[in-house]
């Protein structure tokens, strides 16, 4: 299993461009959760999704969206990207209910200049 | 709401020592506990969870954690450290809670020495 995908790795943009990071897991995992890690913050949480067409806000949504139209598809939008948007961003998948951890993916950094 | 604090930024061991990361958190009732390890460049990877009964738990690669509700403390061990160990560690804490969201601490960079 490939467990959770995320693309691109990397990636570099303009102030005030737009991108859409991309997150699918093949784990059948209703819960979806997109974090970005600053460093000697820890991971915050951005948006999460507890099903398909269900999303709701985390501790910090401003400047980002986000879709939830099938159980495998997770993807974080940035609309006008901005100096403080960059960050590595973080999407994990969890089976739900209280106590079940997380799946991570390996990340996307993204430096906005 | 909760939180969790991890006291240590870096800590520096020596091959083969133990280990001892600390992790406090902040939660009014009982808390579901993880400690995620992230090797660089990498995603996280969970060692271990705890959620009810025994209050040491075992984890992968040799980890365990034991749960103190009186210190609100969830601290990570490893009896003798492995060069392979050096990484950054996070301590997270879940709550009863709809979307099972978990609040992550600042992380413990650890280095370990030949």
């Known amino acids: 299993n490939a467990g959770v995908t995320q693309t691109p790795k990397f990636r570099i943009l303009k102030i005030g461009q737009s991108m859409t990071l991309q997150c699918t897991q093949d784990m059948n995992h209703n819960y979806m959760y997109w974090y970005r890690q600053d460093p000697g913050m820890g991971l915050k949480l951005i948006y999460y999704s507890v099903g398909a067409g269900i999303t709701d806000k985390g501790e910090v949504p401003n400047g980002y969206n986000v879709s939830r139209s099938t159980t495998e598809d997770f993807p974080l939008r940035l609309e006008l990207a901005a100096p403080s948007q960059t960050s590595v961003y973080f999407c994990a998948s969890s089976y739900g209910g209280q106590g079940y951890g997380y799946t991570f993916g390996s990340g996307t950094r993204l430096t906005v200049v | 709401a909760q939180s969790v604090t991890q006291p240590d930024i870096h800590i520096t061991v020596s091959e083969g020592a133990s280990l001892e990361l600390r992790c406090n958190y902040s939660?009014?009732?009982?808390?579901?506990l993880f400690w995620y390890v992230q090797s660089p460049g990498q995603g996280l990877q969970l060692l271990l969870k705890y959620f009810s009964g025994d209050t040491l738990v075992q984890g992968i690669k040799g980890f365990e954690a034991e749960f103190k509700r009186s210190q609100s403390s969830f601290n990570l061990r490893k009896p003798s450290v492995h060069w392979s160990d050096a990484a950054e560690y996070f301590c997270a804490v879940g709550a009863l809670n709809a979307g099972n969201m978990l609040t992550f601490g600042g992380g413990t960079r650890l280095m370990v020495k030949p």
């Open positions: 939660y009014g009732a009982t808390p579901y």
